[in-house]
DNA sequence: GCGGTTAGTTTCTTCAAGGAACCATCTACG
DNA sequence: CGTAGATGGTTCCTTGAAGAAACTAACCGC
């Protein structure tokens, strides 16, 4: 059968999982998001599929999450990279990298340090309301109904 | 072929991907966190699969993200809740949340809406460093390696 | 003309997703 | 005691996707 799309629903977390919510997408943009943006890079790095990266990646690029380059006339040859709208989705990396240090890092550590530019330390990213600016997590919200309930 | 698994790979994103990074599975979340927390209410809401239900919730519990509650002895019935390891997961809701009615709400507006309840403000997530407390996006940080790096 | 580089595409096999039906356990009721 | 209902899954079957490996295409250098 063919998988369940999760577009049409009225809830954002299911929109944002119709783009991003595969597997190997998240994987891939934290490769692009580092440097490594040729197709053969990323199939290495990864250790996926040529078929599979090829279709996500043109997946990507049609959901304009990424862009596909040419970087050489000739031969032409391509790359990928951001968009604006990609670099927003990295946002969920950062709170995936929190998650994860804290609960699958085991007595090893943090593989990846982060170092805030603002501040120059190694640093977290902790979840704050855009209005009040105090801590702002799941379990302190209720949450409504909006505008675009029904879909 | 057998899908590939992350939880071996030297890096946080991956191995929180290997826990959640099954499409299904953020979404079974977010009903838990809501209050939809039996097998029929989940299957029902979500429109998926009972086999695919069963197996997602029996992986989650096992990934100790919800625990397994009986709520009668007789019969016994059980529903499911969620962990102090699966609520902080549900901070990555939050940031879907944002990207979500940032980028695919259209003109209706966001489906759903968030109130802080320190501020009372309907609200969203804002990314910010635990250390200065300023912005912190993912274009805001390097990236280096740490005592984990090797697994 | 051949080998190398790069970015995919095609073929084949295996396994997972999904739908529908089915099963198990317990209770209430006539 | 038998039947129906409620709840939480399990099993069976079909279809499509994931993955591995080989292949293709376009261009360049020698």
Known sequence: ???????????????????????WSP???????????????LQQELGISRKVLAERLK????????????????PPRFEYALTAKGRELCDLLLVMVRWGDRFTAG????????????????SHVELRCSVCGERMNATDVDVLPGPGQRA
């Open 1 to 23: 059968m063919q998988r369940t799309h999760f577009g049409e629903m009225a809830c954002s977390i299911a929109r944002t999982l119709d783009v991003i919510g595969e597997p």
């Open 27 to 41: 994987l891939i943009l934290r490769d692009v998001y580092v440097g490594i943006t040729r197709f053969d890079q």
């Open 59 to 74: 997946w990507l690029v049609g959901q304009e999450v990424l862009e596909r380059k040419q970087y050489t006339d000739r």
């Open 107 to 122: 007595e090893a550590g943090p593989p990846v340090l982060y170092r805030h530019h603002a501040c120059g330390e190694i």
